[in-house]
């Protein structure tokens, strides 16, 4: 699969400074930490990984995105500072005191990611010294930078702007997304920056990435199957100038959170086209469930299986394995009432055949996109959810990852 | 991995005629039917796939066995008879009526399993001659050689006995299994026939296949993710002439247990062995759990995790995985207090690297079999799951299956 077009020019919000330094966590040649500044204080919303097991970093935002304000984000790539107990509470919070002294805001007003290899101690001696220089370099860099020097097994920096009016004012959302791991479960981590110029008010931004998060990487991936580091930022400065967005029913909402959520799901889609070893990106789209729940239970099986997985590499219309996999789905449904599409084309009509797998391998063999359409005739309900392949290059990532 | 050794010599029960042959329906010069016909009636019990979707010769036998007696079983490899319609359910019938007419037997005391692609319809026209022709030689054929028959994408046949001693008579239990694809969710179809010429009452038989099932074949694959076609038949014909087993507190039923118990573990462990492209077999044992669906829940989590499975092909000891998905896993523990450790290798302890990953990744690159334990020290429930590495080969298999 051609990897799409990669976005490389985008809007950038005021008020934002950016650097970017290589602390050798990765490999040679490659930035490892990026640093975001808002020149004034910023509205702060996040949405966190449901796992139990809490990286260090995560536990530390948590606590710092209570009172609605923040000024910057420090992160680093080749080490997600996970399971260091202690030690990496510690190393997580000197990150942040080390950039928060020179650039002489309080420490509680930065956050900290970390995305990588799990378990292993955070590389202070060779981050410390790089984290002063990058502070004090802020304003050097730019967002596609740091797109980059968040990367781990991503193989194109993730970006995406949008540009709305507010009243006279015009105002710009640009963020920053990595993870090309949404294949399978438990996978490599995802971590969005989301940065607008926008006034809006801390309870109101918390609703707004809340519910956009819900609808984009909340669909690309199994529920509560995340990692140890999954995290979502969104720092809102009110550089643009316009009247501070502070309740749901406004207009300048609505044009915020469309912007938002198109913003949230063009990333999240590119994660799914970079998903490790992917060839083929498939929309499974469930309709005609008896709940919203069923229907995103059904899609979730559907889209997670190895073999479906396997069989849309494979070019192959399989859609037995799609049956089975709805079978195990623990929802109720009639076998007997199920029609499956292709994008356009019937492959099952009332459970059965329907003949035309011709057909659908064409378009499994010729689109580097399709949508499997699993209609249960069973009620008014749809769900979807944005799926990869399974192939060998996956595998060859994740058996060799660390070596 | 060396598939180990393969057994080749087992003990036969009494009064089980075999016979199998070619009816085209896999590739040629493979047998794909399977025939075994009990002299006289035999007790009998099954399990099968909790898979909403059903293939036909499952709905047929979950009737026929409800009486507690069946004479022969015909098996087809190679077609599933799953989303098969109507035309599916009078096809197995068929298959039933047509080989109890030769064997001159009830045809409702034939039991029909078929294993293979879904969707398609059975080829009846080349199936049902060779039927009749396949009953007519009943006795031509070794257990083995049905073992073989119900192949799909196992690499070596799966036969297991044991002989015991009721009283002064000796019983023996023999056994033939097929599945290969045990190493994700919702993979191929198994199979297993148990025989036994021990007289034991249809109750007892039955409480004695589901619990031994429950702590083999539903230790192998997750909870609930089945195919559409799994089955497990036991046959008891009681031509040991043995005092009836009718009562579990008898001596004679812990004997008899004990012997089927062995047979259905080494059973599922061929199946893990022969996983589709594994080369490691590894038993997750999660211990210190606060209760025993705890255990299994996360024992699971972590045996079926894609990062698990890769690192462990890769001979990885990343632990960080094992710790991620124990945290997805939706169990109670603290992540400082969990101890992991490969075989007698411990790489955690509290929650952090204990610093002998070397070891561990010389264990993993030395043994075909590895135990990763976790021991969680929050409570006394223990529970284990044997699962396998995923490979290249995996995806390989399964995008390629039909074409």
């Known amino acids: 699969m051609s990897k799409g077009s990669i976005n490389t020019e985008y809007d950038m919000p005021e008020g934002f400074n950016i650097s970017v330094i290589e602390a050798a966590i990765k490999k040679p040649g490659r930035t490892d930490v990026a640093l975001i500044y808002s020149t004034v204080p910023a509205a702060v919303a996040a949405v966190f990984t449901k796992n139990a097991v809490k990286a260090a970093p995560v536990l530390l935002d948590i606590k710092r995105i209570l009172n609605g304000s923040a000024r910057a984000i420090v992160a680093n790539s080749g080490n997600a500072n996970a399971c260091t107990g202690e030690q990496g509470m510690k190393d997580a919070a000197l990150m942040a005191s080390t950039v928060a002294a020179v650039l002489d805001i309080d420490e509680a007003d930065v956050l900290v990611c970390s995305t990588g290899v799990i378990g292993a101690p955070m590389p202070m001696d060779r981050l ?7 502070a004090q370099n802020v304003g050097s860099a ?4 740091a797109a980059m020097a968040i990367m781990t097994t991503d193989s194109f920096p993730k970006i995406a702007s949008r540009r709305i009016k507010l009243g006279s004012k015009t105002c710009t959302i640009a963020a920053v997304a990595k993870g090309a791991g949404m294949i399978c479960p438990d996978m490599a981590t995802m971590l969005c ?3 607008t110029d926008a006034a809006v008010a801390p309870k ?3 609703t707004a990435l809340k519910n956009s998060v819900e609808k984009s990487f909340n669909r690309i991936t199994v529920d509560g199957d995340t990692s140890t580091n999954d995290t979502v930022i969104l720092l809102a400065n009110g550089m643009a100038g316009n009247k501070t967005i502070d309740g749901q029913a406004k207009d300048f909402f609505k044009t915020f959170e469309k912007a938002l959520d198109e913003i949230t799901l063009e990333l999240a889609r590119m994660c799914v086209r970079d998903g490790e070893g992917a060839t083929k990106i498939f929309t499974v ?6 709940t919203p729940v069923h229907a995103l239970k059904a899609a979730r099986t559907v889209a997670n299986s190895p073999l479906v997985k396997t069989a849309i590499y494979g070019r192959d219309a399989n859609w037995g394995r799609i049956m089975a996999a709805l079978g195990r789905s623990a929802i109720p449904f009639d076998p007997y009432k199920v029609d499956i599409f292709f994008d356009g084309v019937m492959v099952v009509e009332n459970g059965l055949a329907a003949g035309n797998e011709a057909d659908a391998e064409k378009i499994l063999s010729n689109n580097d996109e399709v949508t499997v359409t699993v209609d249960l ?3 008014e309900a749809a769900a979807e959810i944005i799926s990869c392949d399974l192939t060998e290059e996956y595998i060859r990532i994740n058996s060799k990852y660390r070596t």
Not at 128 to 134: F, M, N
Not at 142 to 145: E, F, G, N, S, V
Not at 285 to 290: D, Q
């Open 193 to 195: 920056f989301i940065l």
């Open 142 to 145: 730019t967002l596609m930078d």
């Open 204 to 206: 109101v931004l918390k």
């Open 377 to 379: 005739k069973s009620g």
């Open 128 to 134: 410390w010294p790089k984290l002063k220089e990058c």
């Open 285 to 290: 789209l469930v309709k005609g469930a008896t």
